[in-house]
């Protein structure tokens, strides 16, 4: 499906993409905070650009401040003062803003330096095995650290071994998502494949 995805229709495939999710979580009834990544390049004016998604939410009945748009880290950021407009304009309107993937690709702390956001989503391969590897762990620690200084919440993604989890806890992250967890599901019943705030 994504193959088909392409600068003509990009931006249609973003906004049916938050229209489905928004829908989807209120059918659901879902209480948790609602992740929808989005493509920087497919938001051409961000005002303009999230009537859509207002919209969706307003019609179904799902609070804006539930919705979190995180930056894909993926997709390399060719306007960065566009991008720190969207995520400001988001701020301003209510919405939460995540780096997903922080600490892989682009996402990294000149992203974090240049865009702050309410959340930081800790990358896999920092997760993976942390139990087991110091490297990882200082970098964690730091990484900590950073977001308490900067009032920002951290999320680990991808948490997927019993030994990881403890560790993480430990250390001082509250946020997790991962196979530990729940599988994900889509259209599953509410809390069965959602991010856990233990």
Not at 61 to 77: L, M, N, R, S
Not at 129 to 155: G, M, P, T
Request: aromatic share 12%; charged share 25%.
């Amino acid at each position: 499906m994504f193959e088909q995805v392409n600068s003509d229709n990009l931006y249609r495939f973003d906004q049916s993409c938050r229209v489905k999710a928004i829908t989807l979580a209120k059918q659901l009834n879902m209480a948790e905070r609602l992740h929808i990544n989005f493509m920087p390049n497919a938001v051409y004016d961000p005002k303009l650009c999230i009537r859509t998604t207002l919209a969706a939410a307003q019609e179904c009945g799902f609070a804006t401040d539930k919705i979190v748009f995180e930056v894909v880290e993926g997709q390399k950021i060719t306007d960065h003062a566009h991008l720190k407009r969207i995520i400001r304009s988001y701020a301003e309107m209510g919405f939460y803003t995540a780096i997903d993937d922080f600490g892989a690709g682009y996402a990294g702390l000149n992203m974090l330096a240049e865009y702050p956001p309410h959340i930081i989503k800790l990358d896999r391969l920092l997760i993976r095995d942390i139990h087991a590897n110091r490297i990882k762990q200082v970098i964690v620690r730091a990484s900590i650290e950073v977001c308490r200084e900067l009032a920002i919440e951290l999320l680990a993604e991808d948490v997927e071994r019993r030994e990881e989890y403890p560790w993480l806890k430990i250390a001082g992250i509250v946020f997790f998502q991962g196979y530990y967890f729940a599988r994900p599901g889509f259209e599953c019943l509410p809390g069965v494949a959602s991010e856990v705030y233990d």
